[in-house]
């Protein structure tokens, strides 16, 4: 449109064009004849000829440029006021967007809007997950994961008459919980854990839903990259696949044990693979929406982005450990180690169990020895808070952006908190309330390093050629 309204122009304004011509050919002459001639006051030195000549030629350049630009401009707005100031305002817009985007690669390319759509779109998914995981904690807590003894990917409908439930009740009672655990056990507790395992399933299938929905509406709508969609995509079907990884950590529990001693439970590796799987989905959709709705961290000067980058290279591996620390809480979980040992800070009366080292070979007891994965566990949490700390300590006297020096406080609060909970827990003998916020505030600890690693990462070149040494103060 605007290049056929341009050719319009051209050709029923020749006179705008034509006084924008007059205009600079006046303003070369005038800058030639004002100036004197070199040659008649140097003509014995060389140097001074050549260096008059250049001089007058720069003068002359920009003399030239300003004069044609305010004249021509001028005739042109004369004659067409209604045009001037909107092209120039575009081409202004355009320039500055392109000054702008230098080295930056946008993930969601179709304007603000859409930026802002996919971006709470993203977000709410990334709290979707969050909240299947709480519920999935409470389904353990309450010992309502093995009350479904089948599974279909599609999902059912839940039991609709007595007849029904009846059915769902004598399929329970061939399961080993019900016959080691739960024996005697009425339909009315039977119907709090069903409910409670069908919630869970059914909840992951319309998160599945709503995520698929807005995701093809977007690709069809062209709102997002190929770079975007690639990475959804994966997280999509990872998505789907953590149903499977859901059924076969339910399956193990339904076999019979192997000792008559031991309590049915699913396999504490099939665990820690079902809540790290969820932990990364989650990650991965929060950290996209970051970087959709944040395309560049927050910098304002190069002192400011000196002082993240010697945040960020302590704050990863602290990320890193805080990440392992709550797959090992996976595996404390899987154990039921949290109903041993409840005394702190010692285990029992000592401070190492006699037996964690006796399962052979050697390194199943990192995994299956409830003695070992227990102190573990506690060994992970504290090297964590040190670490956080240690974090805190080191960037106090740095020259950050406030946001980030707010986040570092903000987490190392996060990590003594999470760290009274576990305690708590523990001291408690494993209640569902104080064991659900435990698992909460793992993920939101884990939330808190992912946006501190977001906020002090590289800013984009063009960011940075445009940053002055030091931050304005106001």
Same mark, same amino acid.
């Given at each position: ?11 029923? !304004? ?51 440029? !300003? ?40 993930? $969601? ?70 016959? /080691? ?38 690709? !069809? ?36 044990? *192997? ?5 049915? !439970? ?6 820690? *693979? ?38 960020? /290279? ?11 620390? *709550?797959?090992?809480?996976?595996? $404390? ?39 070992? $994965?227990?102190?573990?566990? /506690? ?96």
């Amino acid at each position: 449109m605007l290049e056929s309204r341009l050719i319009w122009l051209l050709k029923g !304004r020749s006179k705008a064009l034509n006084c924008a011509y007059n205009n600079v050919k006046r303003s070369v002459n005038r800058v030639w004849n004002e100036q004197p001639s070199p040659l008649s006051s140097s003509l014995l030195n060389p140097s001074r000829v050549f260096s008059s000549v250049s001089s007058r030629s720069i003068i002359a350049t920009r003399v030239t440029a !300003r004069n044609s630009i305010i004249y021509g401009f001028r005739g042109l707005h004369r004659h067409r006021k209604d045009f001037c100031v909107p092209s120039c305002r575009t081409m202004s817009t355009t320039a500055s967007a392109c000054i702008e985007n230098e080295g930056l690669k946008f993930l $969601v390319t179709a304007g603000p809007h859409a930026q802002k759509m996919v971006g709470i779109w993203l977000f709410a998914s990334a709290a979707w997950v969050f909240s299947m995981v709480v519920l999935g904690g409470i389904t353990r807590l309450t010992r309502s994961g093995l009350s479904m003894t089948d599974w279909k990917f599609t999902g059912s409908l839940p039991p609709m008459s007595d007849k029904d439930w009846l059915i769902e009740f004598e399929k329970y009672k061939q399961s080993p919980e019900y016959k /080691r655990v739960n024996k005697g056990m009425n339909i009315d507790d039977f119907k709090f854990i069903y409910w409670m395992e069908y919630a869970h399933r059914m909840w992951g299938r319309a998160l599945g839903i709503m995520f698929a929905l807005p995701f093809s509406y977007f690709l !069809r709508k062209r709102y997002i990259t190929v770079r975007l969609g690639l990475r959804l995509s994966a997280l999509f079907a990872l998505g789907a696949g953590q149903g499977l990884i859901g059924w076969w950590m339910v399956k193990s529990g339904l076999e019979e044990p *192997a000792s008559e001693y031991v309590q049915p !439970r699913v396999s504490p590796y099939r665990l820690a *693979a079902h809540l790290t799987s969820a932990f990364v989905i989650y990650c991965g959709l929060f950290w996209t929406a970051l970087s959709v709705v944040l395309p560049e961290p927050p910098a304002e000067s190069a002192a400011w982005v000196r002082g993240a980058a010697k945040v960020k /290279r302590l704050a990863f591996p602290v990320s890193i450990l805080v990440g392992i620390t *709550a797959v090992s809480g996976a595996f $404390v979980a899987g154990n039921d180690a949290g109903h041993a040992f409840n005394t702190f800070p010692k285990m029992g009366n000592t401070w190492i169990p006699d037996d964690v080292l006796t399962m052979k070979p050697l390194i199943r007891n990192f995994f299956e020895n409830t003695s070992t $994965v227990q102190l573990d566990h /506690r060994i992970l949490a504290t090297a964590t808070l040190i670490s956080i700390g240690g974090l805190w300590w080191s960037t106090r006297k740095l020259d950050i952006h406030p946001a980030i020096r707010s986040l570092i406080g903000s987490t190392v609060g996060m990590a003594a908190l999470q760290v009274t909970l576990g305690i708590s827990t523990l001291l408690s003998y494993v209640p569902v309330s104080l064991g659900t916020a435990h698992q909460a505030g793992a993920l939101t600890l884990l939330t808190l390093m992912l946006l501190l690693n977001h906020t002090v990462r590289r800013p984009s070149l063009s960011l940075l050629k445009s940053l002055p040494s030091v931050a304005r103060t106001t």
